[in-house]
């Protein structure tokens, strides 16, 4: 079973850039679509974006279009989101998520990393 | 405009049945596109509940179930119990915008 760690939370200013990692680990990586989803306080999930690692070629939200970089080292089955721009963000968990199992092809997240949270504070 | 319309909040006693609906357009559920749940704890990741309008992953109760209809989708719960408490939130493909759509999401308050 696919498990996905994600990297720890952050404390960023304003007008900078954030890299969270994601972890994979026992199950196959470079088949299945990593997309990550973010919730800002008191707010719905937010699809941000995707990426399969094998074709190496990322789908982004409009609203991250300028700003939003994931990338995937195959060889570390290690997924990342890159946001710059954090003058426009506020406070928020980032999630990866993979379209194992269940899911596969199917445009579905049945497996989650645990989030990090991202603090954008002066 | 390309989204999914949830209810902001439903309730129920422990016990009854309840249901979230999720309502789409033709770019997204209307355009044939599969819809699925998750349920979201506080403080946790949020879990595959039913995916491909009607499935339940393992470990997923039948007391979960889903339909899909037309531009619109329902996620019933029945014999709800306090531990059922959470945010519901409907995903779907959306053709307008190249990716992924979910709904506001709805918070289940058990009475």
């Known amino acids: 079973q696919v498990q996905l760690v994600q990297s720890g939370a952050e404390v960023k200013k304003p007008g900078s850039s954030v890299k969270v990692s994601c972890k994979a680990s026992?199950?196959?990586?470079?088949?299945?679509?990593i997309s990550w989803v973010r919730q800002a306080p008191g707010q719905g999930l937010e699809w941000m974006g995707a990426?399969?690692?094998?074709?190496?070629?990322?789908n982004y939200a409009q609203e991250f279009r300028d700003r939003l970089t994931l990338t995937a080292d195959k060889f570390t089955t290690t997924a990342y989101m890159e946001l710059g721009g954090l003058r426009f963000e506020v406070t928020a968990v980032y999630y990866c998520?993979?379209?194992?199992?269940?899911?596969?092809?199917?445009?579905?997240?049945?497996?989650w990393g645990q989030g990090t949270l991202v603090t954008v504070s002066a | 405009q390309s989204m999914l319309t949830q209810p902001p909040s439903v309730s129920g006693a422990p016990g009854q049945r309840v249901t979230i609906s999720c309502t789409g357009s033709?770019?997204?559920?209307?355009?044939?596109?599969?819809v699925h749940w998750y349920q979201h704890l506080p403080g946790t990741a949020p879990k595959l509940l039913i995916y491909?309008?009607?499935n339940r992953p393992s470990g997923v109760p039948d007391r979960f179930s889903a339909s899909k209809s037309g531009t619109s989708a329902s996620l019933a719960i029945t014999g709800l119990q306090a531990e059922d408490e959470a945010d519901y939130y409907c995903?779907?493909?959306?053709?307008?915008?190249?990716?992924?759509?979910f709904g506001g999401g709805t918070k289940l308050t058990v009475l």
């Open positions: 998520s993979s379209e194992v199992g269940d899911c596969h092809g199917g445009n579905c997240y049945s497996v």
């Open positions: 026992g199950g196959t990586f470079n088949t299945h679509s």
């Open positions: 990426i399969i690692p094998i074709f190496d070629t990322p």
């Open positions: 033709s770019s997204n559920i209307g355009a044939d596109y599969d």
């Open positions: 491909a309008n009607t």
């Open positions: 995903q779907s493909y959306d053709t307008s915008l190249s990716g992924s759509l």
